[in-house]
């Protein structure tokens, strides 16, 4: 594979105050990964997609208000990750059209 199509796994966080901008936020996160937790998102994305949601999310919030956190895991660390209870963590399939 390679490094284009690499896909990286990310845990985006966000705390945003107003109503309709966090709505607007979830969605975008909806569309590029699994939401985990009330206000927290798994996403397994290629370096494209990265940028393409940091610019979205960029163009959603406000700077002066929103707090939006992206955290990369490298896949040794990524395997390092401990979940309790009844955590998983959620990655994109890879699928075969026949």
């Known amino acids: 594979m390679s490094v284009r ?3 990286r796994w990310l845990v985006v966080s966000y705390d945003i105050p107003n109503d309709k901008r966090r709505t607007k ?3 975008t996160l909806a569309g590029f990964g699994q939401r985990v937790q009330y206000s927290v998102f798994e996403c397994e994305l290629r ?12 163009r959603l ?5 929103d ?7 490298c896949d040794a660390c990524a395997a390092k990750v401990e979940m309790l209870g009844l955590a998983q963590r ?3 399939r890879a699928y075969v059209v026949i």
């Open 47 to 58: 370096s494209a997609d990265v940028e393409k949601l940091r610019s979205a999310l960029q």
């Open 61 to 65: 919030i406000d700077d002066k208000q």
């Open 67 to 73: 707090d939006v956190r992206i955290y990369g895991f």
């Open 25 to 27: 936020v979830m969605k």
């Open 90 to 92: 959620h990655m994109s």
């Open 5 to 7: 199509n690499r896909r």
